[in-house]
């Protein structure tokens, strides 16, 4: 057993929907989450600052003694995160390797569909993950920039009009493509699944990296005989408001915070 705690970090809020899976599936585990609040959103951002950010949202985690991290945010995963995950002494998962293995499970006809954000997409790491895994694989993908800022003014209904029709254009070409399998690759979209379910048909299975990425944590944890038998707690960071953090939290989590937030200041974490 390593009593040590989990670090998960994400540019915002999204993450949770991770940490929702992790307590899920390890219950007595203790997880620290850093939620990039401050910077946020990642995902119109140049590589090399996706990069820099994400070194300092470790960095920060690392000064916890934890005993691993998860890097929750597509964006971040998609983006050189293999670069830092070599460097470190603890493992780094980030959520592509998970959601690819996922989705070539999946797939019957070996037309997987990527969504995300534009650097997520730009990267083309889902198409490498996937063609190292599955070679002859098709990809078709669309990069999804206003799903973010939707979610976040609440337009989340299955239903909502604006929602719709934003999704409908987004999707069409991929969906149009003939995949039989779609990763939600950001952080946001799981929350409106019901709406990319209605458009993408029910014949297309749609991966959520975030759980997939946590299904392969704890089962590399139980593997090593390092899951935490008598844990569970929670401690959440963020680099701007910890009341709008709150507020927002049950949306991804799903239910109560159960743990306090505390706000970190972003100058101490560039020094
Ligand atoms: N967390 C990001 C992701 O999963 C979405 C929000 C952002 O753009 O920072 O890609």
């Known amino acids: 057993m390593d009593r040590r705690p989990i670090g998960v970090f994400d540019s915002g809020l999204g993450g949770l929907t991770a940490v929702k899976m992790l307590s899920k599936v390890l219950p007595c585990e203790d997880i620290i989450y850093f939620g990039d609040t401050g910077r946020v959103p990642y995902g119109g951002r140049s590589r090399e600052t996706i990069m820099k950010y994400a070194g300092e949202d470790i960095a920060f985690l690392r ?45 019957k006809n070996g037309t997987i569909g990527i969504i995300g954000t534009k650097a997520s997409i730009s990267s083309g790491a889902y198409d490498r993950a996937i063609a190292a895994l599955l070679p002859g694989a098709v990809t078709a993908k669309a990069a999804c920039p206003l799903f973010v800022p939707l979610v976040e003014a609440g337009k989340t209904g299955r239903d909502d009009p604006v929602l719709r029709l934003v999704a409908e254009e987004y999707l069409a070409p991929v969906r149009d493509a003939g995949v039989d399998t779609l990763i939600l690759g950001c952080t946001h979209y799981p929350i409106i699944a019901e709406t990319i379910a209605d458009i993408m048909g029910p014949e297309v299975s749609l991966i959520d990296p975030g759980s997939a990425s946590a299904r392969e944590i704890a089962e590399y944890l ?24 709150s507020e927002s939290a049950r949306l991804f989590l799903g239910g109560e915070l159960m743990g306090e937030v505390m706000k970190v200041s972003l100058e101490e974490m560039q020094r």
């Open 63 to 107: 000064s916890f003694d934890i005993k691993a991290v998860l890097a929750a945010c597509g964006t971040v995963s998609t983006n050189g995160l293999e670069k830092v995950a070599e460097d470190s002494d603890v493992p780094v998962w980030g959520v592509v390797g998970a959601a690819a293995r996922e989705a070539v499970r999946m797939t």
């Open 222 to 245: 139980r593997e090593n005989g390092l899951v935490n038998e008598e844990g569970g707690s929670r401690r959440y960071f963020v680099s701007d408001s910890p009341e709008a953090f």
